[in-house]
């Protein structure tokens, strides 16, 4: 099963990922030193002989958002793009990690553009099975000027899509 698991960064994200990896993928059970992991671009090792043929992969994917350089001057720009770059590194590290712990084949994917496209965009070139997908819980007033990514995956993704709720606080009311 080819999975997508959008990663933004929020409690949310990592949550879903989480989630998706306990309930939805099963890696293997004998050797943790079979499991690949990648950064960068979408490059994995296929399995090796003898290890499991049927373990299940993710895909971590997350969207830079582009900004637009009539805001800033073209030097702060490349050092804006440095940290964004930095920023997503390091928020796929902790992904792969995750991943890791778990025994789950993972790739990573950095995206540039507006996060609701990009991310169905991926989900149809690499014929993905399933797109899961973390809920912020943004209230109506949020919602309606932010947009949701989750409900616009949800309506325009060529795939089943899984949005994922985080636990409810027992402190909250």
Known sequence: MKVIVA??????SFYALKWALDFLLVGP?????????????????APQAGSHENVSMVTLVYVMQPF???????????????????KAAAILARALEICKDKM?????LILRGDPKDM?????????????????????MVKRAFLGSVSSYCAHHAKCPVVIVKPPKESGKQ
Do not use: F, M
Not at 68 to 85: D, I, T
């Open 29 to 45: 059970k004998d050797n943790a030193d079979d499991v690949a992991t990648s950064t960068g671009t979408a490059t994995l090792e």
């Open 7 to 12: 990663i933004d960064g929020s409690e949310e």
């Open 104 to 108: 789950i084949k993972a790739e990573t």
């Open 68 to 86: 637009q350089n009539y805001v800033l001057p073209a030097a702060g720009s490349a050092e804006l793009r440095k940290e964004q770059e930095e």
């Open 119 to 139: 991310i169905c965009e991926a989900t149809e070139q690499r014929h993905v099975d399933l797109l899961v997908v973390g809920s912020r819980g943004l209230g």
